[in-house]
């Protein structure tokens, strides 16, 4: 079936008021699984990763990916609710000539959670939506040109959160990334503000493929969590406990959260602690911070 339809032009522009929504607590851990390898599913979603993104695109090779839509749709079919409201699939993107097939299956299946590689213009986003109206599109910035029309894409309608795709962008800008590149912060402070301004999450940071490195995926979100990105792609399983237990407060912050709230709650508006004030800033802030703890 042909799925292809002319490119109407996006929904986009941020509503009245974005800007002014609260922060909310988003996915903390997207992890990547080969859309061909089924057997991987069920260890995926057993892993505790947030969102489990089964892969057509780049963990998939081009002669496997039609096995690769069969098992996903074989999965599908006889999935628990609470699997799949916890997966996204990872479509190729809307240059590659299997698109229009992996549209098809998403419709066919009723799957409304995607992520979109190398979205760089409202267009991309409008013709996706012309086949799938309900999807819910993590879009994939993977480049320069999509970097220069982030704030677009973060208002277009069908957008839920942007995601940081390091290595592709790296390449496109010839960057050296073995260590952290002072060439990303530019982009990753870009896709954060546009997150914030359009009334996102803040973005997903992209893979660390130091698979058995603790150190270096942790010294990668800590920079993700510099420039204002709040999550992360995993490419094994066993980044995702480590990932989320550094995303967790430490007892010293929820000591210092509680102590704060106390003290608002004793004197509102106008209380002290440790010799300042505690304006509403810091009262959300360490509202923030418990609910964080309680996932």
Not at 50 to 64: F, Y
């Amino acid at each position: 079936m042909n799925t292809s339809a002319p490119a109407p032009q996006a929904p986009c522009g941020p509503a009245a008021g974005d800007a002014a929504r609260p922060h909310t607590l988003a996915a903390r851990s997207y992890l990547f699984v080969p859309g061909n390898r089924p057997e991987r599913f069920a260890k995926a979603l057993a892993s505790g990763a947030d969102v489990v993104v089964l892969d057509l695109e780049d963990a998939v090779a081009s002669d496997a990916k039609p096995e690769a839509r069969d098992a996903i749709a074989s999965w599908w079919a006889g999935a628990p609710v609470a699997e799949r409201e916890r997966v996204a699939v990872r479509i190729n993107d809307a240059t590659a000539p299997c698109h229009g097939d992996d549209l098809q299956l998403l419709r066919e299946l009723g799957i409304h959670a995607l992520m979109l590689p190398k979205v760089e213009t409202p267009e991309h986003i409008a013709a996706l939506l012309a086949v799938l109206p309900q999807a819910r599109v993590l879009a994939l910035v993977e480049s320069a040109r999509g970097v220069a029309g982030v704030d677009a894409l973060a208002a277009c309608t069908g957008v839920t959160r942007l995601v940081f795709g390091t290595l592709d962008y790296a390449l496109d800008l010839d960057l050296d990334i073995t260590e952290h590149s002072d060439g990303l912060s530019y982009a990753a402070s870009r896709l954060a503000i546009a997150s914030r301004v359009a009334g996102l999450a803040a973005p997903v940071a992209g893979v660390t493929p130091q698979i058995d490195d603790d150190a270096r995926l942790l010294a990668d979100l800590a920079w993700a969590r510099r420039h204002g990105l709040s999550s992360k792609l995993c490419v094994h399983p066993k980044q995702v406990g480590a990932l989320h237990a550094a995303l967790a407060p430490n007892d010293a912050a929820l000591d210092w959260a509680r102590r704060v709230l106390a003290a608002e709650a004793a004197s509102p508006g106008a209380a002290r602690l440790d010799g300042r004030m505690i304006d509403r800033p810091v009262v959300l802030q360490a509202r923030r911070t418990l609910q964080r703890a309680a996932r």
